[in-house]
């Protein structure tokens, strides 16, 4: 049943999509076999055409942050659909959200929305060149900024999944403006950089906690030289609490990206920063971006019925499961006597078969290549786990996932890792 409803699936969806898919992690490149087909999900499960059921961590890659299906955020995109679903016309959940994020994150006083991260993050590097008059980008290796064409350089996550360096089809004179720097080692800038682009928290090579004072230091080099700097917050906003990152590391960048948790669910990206920076922006400046269905009515109604449901208590609630999820799998692995490292930064977690704290790609990188990863992945899969099909992807527990799906997770992690060793 399992192999063959996905299995038939995904032999006629390669005819027609490369790779059976729409975005390459979801092909299980990197671990093998055969992706389940989704065709359900409530709160912390997903099923499968074969009707498989599924604890899921891999929750759109932390978009949902509440759960599959959420009530709230269902009823809200299903009461916006009746009224019409695109304008091309400005609407008052567009302004509700603008007023609701630039509520939560100190220092952000004004935004754009996007239809996804990958246009918040390219929109946010042009802004930042408008801005400074100024061309080079430097980046993080195994930071990943979507897949715009200047930031596609040593880019993590998906792209690392697929061992490659870089992508095809992206020219040299669209990277040679980018320079790419190790993570947690401060880069020393110079009068021709733009922007310094960066997960306040890496979470797209694993994760990889930004070590004490980095990013302020990162800040303060920015400063030196007169270029801006970029927090892609696609991941850690609203997921590590109301002020995402910034709050969380006391550090404020100049330009922020945001992405997945806050479109509830439905495809959104937003870009923002103070109203000076702003103001480069179309139609009050010669920086321009915009989108047809940008702020989208369903998007804008999602986002806002679950932002509106993320208090501080909940963010509490969802980082003490995510630190039962990290101590249980830490437990697991030592008790099998398997060499691995569970960080975790508020509710994001991560999972590297290595003997000491990663800090870098490279170290990800080693730990990858040890290659435990795909029996882990299929052992946890075949138990009804599912966690995100890649070495390089983080764990996003969700709000729906009970202290029991979690310490059956541990459990099955315990037999699994016994089978590693
Ligand atoms: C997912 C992600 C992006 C790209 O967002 P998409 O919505 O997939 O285009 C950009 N930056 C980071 C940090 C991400 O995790």
Redesign the pocket.
């Known amino acids: 049943m399992f192999s063959q409803n996905n299995q038939a699936l995904f032999d006629r969806a390669k005819e027609v999509l490369p790779g059976g898919v729409n975005?390459p992690v979801r092909a299980f490149i990197s671990v093998g076999g055969t992706p389940y087909f989704a065709v359900r999900a409530k709160g912390s499960r997903i099923w499968d055409e074969a009707g498989t059921e599924y604890v899921d961590y891999v929750q759109s890659?932390g978009a949902s942050i509440l759960g599959h299906a959420d009530p709230q955020v269902v009823a809200a995109v299903k009461a916006a659909a009746d009224l019409g679903t695109t304008f091309g016309a400005p609407t008052k959940h567009e302004v509700e959200l603008a007023e609701l994020i630039v509520g939560w994150v100190p220092g952000l006083e004004m935004i754009r929305m996007t239809s996804?991260?990958?246009?918040?993050?390219m929109s946010a590097i042009r802004l930042a060149r408008g801005a400074t008059g100024r061309d080079k980008i430097v980046k993080f290796a195994g930071?990943?900024?979507?897949?715009a064409d200047a930031l596609l350089v040593a880019g993590g996550?998906g792209v690392a999944n697929q061992g490659l360096v870089g992508s095809a089809g992206v020219t040299e004179a669209a990277v040679a403006d980018t320079v790419v720097g190790p993570y947690n080692v401060v880069p020393t800038l110079d009068t021709d950089t733009a922007v310094l682009v960066i997960?306040p928290v890496a979470?797209?090579m694993g994760l990889v906690e930004p070590e004490p004072g980095f990013l302020q230091a990162c800040r303060d080099e920015c400063d030196r030289v007169g270029a801006l700097l970029l927090f892609?917050?696609?991941?850690t906003g609203f997921r590590l609490g109301r002020g995402g990152a910034t709050s969380w590391a006391g550090v404020t960048p100049d330009i922020w990206?945001f992405?997945?948790v806050i479109g509830g669910g439905l495809?959104v990206?937003v870009f923002g920063a103070s109203r000076g920076v702003m103001a480069n922006v179309a139609p009050l400046g010669p920086v321009y971006q915009g989108g047809t269905l940008s702020g989208n009515p369903l998007a804008t109604a999602a986002g806002l019925a679950a932002l509106g449901q993320l208090s501080d208590d909940r963010f509490a609630e969802l980082a003490t499961k995510a630190e039962r999820l990290a101590l249980g799998l830490t437990q697991a692995f030592a008790g099998a006597g398997v060499p691995a490292q569970v960080p975790r930064v508020g509710s994001l977690v991560g999972l590297f078969f290595a003997n000491e704290a990663v800090r870098n790609y490279d170290d990800a990188k080693e730990a990858a290549e040890r290659g435990l990863f795909p029996a882990f992945f299929h052992g946890m899969l075949q138990r009804g786990f599912a966690f995100a099909p890649g070495p390089y992807e983080a764990i996003f527990p969700s709000l729906a996932h009970s202290n029991e799906d979690i310490d059956r997770t541990i459990e099955a992690a315990a037999e699994v890792a016994t089978a590693l060793r």
């Open positions: 975005s890659y996804s991260g990958t246009e918040a993050v930071c990943y900024h979507g897949h996550s997960e979470a797209n892609d917050e696609v991941i990206a992405g997945k495809p990206g």
